[in-house]
């Protein structure tokens, strides 16, 4: 028994064929362009971000190597980092530059050899008779042939007739190991 469609169930169809071919559409075909294009653009965005991350490495790099240069052309060569061991050197230093000092003390702490770069750390205190003979000899230390940092550095002045100045503080002496000692465990 076959009936014939009415013009309105004929719309119907065309209407449902239409919606079924939009749908297909999208989701065979607008959908997943959409999102592999949000993807590449993505990607895109992430390889520009790397190319600024290089090109600032680079120019970095760029301006070290400038300042390595001019470094370097200027006529006395930089100071270096002295090899590991290097406690009779420093010894000597310290010595010849705390002579001129009324009394001095120093105390040795552990040396910190975990890493390439060695940390030895010296506490020290030392009084001289005006505060820029002190200042003296902490210049001195500062610029001393050896790498070092003053550390907590306390300048008290005394009171009285015997207008001493004292100085105390730490000194860290850093040295160059090759090959770092494992912590113990």
């Not at 003053?150 to 015997?162: K, T, W």
């Not at 100045?165 to 000194?171: A, D, E, L, P, Q």
Request: hydrophobic share 40%.
């Amino acid at each position: 028994m076959r009936r014939q469609l009415t013009t309105r169930e004929w719309m119907l169809l065309a209407l449902l064929g239409v919606i079924l071919l939009a749908s297909g559409y999208m989701l065979l075909f607008y959908m997943p362009m959409t999102a592999e294009r949000d993807r590449c653009l993505g990607e895109a965005e992430s390889c520009r971000a790397e190319i600024e991350a290089a090109q600032l490495r680079l120019e970095e790099k760029r301006r070290m190597e400038r300042e390595l240069e001019a470094l370097f052309s200027a006529g006395e060569p930089p100071r270096s980092i002295a090899d590991y061991d290097n406690l009779q050197p420093v010894m000597f230093e310290l010595n010849s530059i705390l002579a001129s000092t009324q009394d001095y003390s120093l105390s040795f702490s552990t040396v910190d050899a975990s890493q390439a770069i060695v940390r030895r750390s010296i506490s020290m205190s030392f009084t001289t008779g005006t505060y820029e003979s002190a200042k003296t000899v902490l210049q001195q230390l500062h610029d001393s042939a050896f790498r070092c940092m003053l550390d907590s550095v306390n300048v008290s002045v005394g009171q009285g007739e015997q207008d001493a100045v004292s100085v105390s503080g730490n000194i860290v002496f850093f040295e160059y190991q090759a090959e770092p000692k494992a912590p113990a465990a």
